[in-house]
């Protein structure tokens, strides 16, 4: 296993970012950096650098013609395709039924009537996530309650899909 530098809430961010229609999230494991690219910069790097089947190195950016806003990010893109096998590895959504059954059980352990009943009622609507988060809001106190034990769950999610790629957190580094 290798140690490595890990921001538990970066990585929480990008796994609970599940639609990934505006980013995508890559670890660097060189770094434990999380490198958050945007879908735009992406396609453009993916359409842009990629000649006959074979991408193209970072020389060949003078090549292109791009707003220096984009220049970075494009860069950024780059790199994580064409790093050496294995340096990015892309950061996983969160399973929504992982998330779903951590929302009904904090539920669960809500004793006062009238918060409990309407996260119930959010947990068995259409849009469950959202409403959830909604319905918190209005109970201040809960949604502290919520977020605590949303972290300690995602430590361990995390944690786990660490060591399944071989990473260890560095012992007293979690930001």
Not at 55 to 64: C, G, K, R, S, W
Not at 112 to 119: C, I, Q, V
């Amino acid at each position: 296993m290798k140690l490595l530098k890990i921001d538990f809430n970066e990585i929480q961010k990008a796994m609970e970012d599940v639609s990934r229609d505006a980013f995508d999230y890559f670890l660097d494991l060189e770094t434990g950096s999380v490198v958050t690219i945007s879908q735009e910069m992406l396609e453009k790097a993916k359409d842009t650098f990629y000649k006959d089947d074979e991408l193209l190195d970072e020389e060949h950016l003078e090549e292109y013609e791009m707003p220096d806003w984009m220049e970075e990010e494009i860069e950024t893109a780059l790199r994580v395709f064409s790093s050496e096998k294995g340096r990015y590895v892309r950061i996983p959504e969160r399973e929504s039924e992982k998330a779903y059954i951590l929302m009904k059980k904090f539920t669960e352990g809500v004793e006062e009537l009238h918060p409990h009943d309407e996260l119930s009622n959010a947990l068995n609507s259409h849009n469950a996530f959202s409403r959830f988060k909604k319905t918190l809001a209005d109970y201040p106190e809960y949604r502290e309650r919520w977020f605590a034990m949303n972290a300690g769950a995602m430590k361990k999610t995390i944690t786990e899909w660490l060591e399944s790629i071989g990473i260890k957190p560095e012992q007293g580094y979690y930001a």
